[in-house]
């Protein structure tokens, strides 16, 4: 099965940046969309990006827009999100997923298409 970790959190403090890795462990991504979202305390989670299977689709949170990057590699089976600009509403756990099943060369910021996750990463952004 399928399974996603997560590095790169920790404590930055506001403006500061931060590169999440997600890397999958002993099996291709190569057919799945890939997303990033993230839940903060008392909050629902949300979708923050997402890049299709081929890589020629980004979507981004507006939240986000101008301060992340999503990007992938296959060959190393694995998604970053390059999170630069870093606010204080960016403070959550951040969870990378993969969707099983993706429209060709697009993705959705819906969490109830992604089957696969990972155990999730704290991001805090703090002076």
């Known amino acids: 099965q399928l399974q996603l970790v997560e590095s790169g959190g920790g404590l930055v403090q506001p403006g500061g940046s931060l590169r999440l890795s997600c890397a999958s462990s002993?099996?291709?991504?190569?057919?799945?969309?890939l997303g990033w979202f993230r839940q903060a305390p008392g909050k629902e989670r949300e979708g923050v990006s997402c890049i299709s299977s081929e890589g020629g689709y980004t979507n981004y949170a507006d939240s986000v827009k101008g301060r992340f990057t999503i990007s992938r590699d296959d060959a190393k089976s694995t998604v970053w999100l390059q999170m630069n600009s870093l606010k204080p509403e960016d403070t959550a756990v951040y969870y990378c997923?993969?969707?099983?099943?993706?429209?060709?060369?697009?993705?959705?910021?819906?969490?109830?298409?992604?089957?696969?996750w990972g155990q999730g990463i704290q991001v805090t952004v703090s002076s």
């Open positions: 997923a993969a969707d099983p099943l993706p429209v060709q060369d697009m993705c959705a910021n819906d969490s109830l298409r992604y089957y696969y």
């Open positions: 002993g099996f291709t991504l190569d057919y799945y969309a």
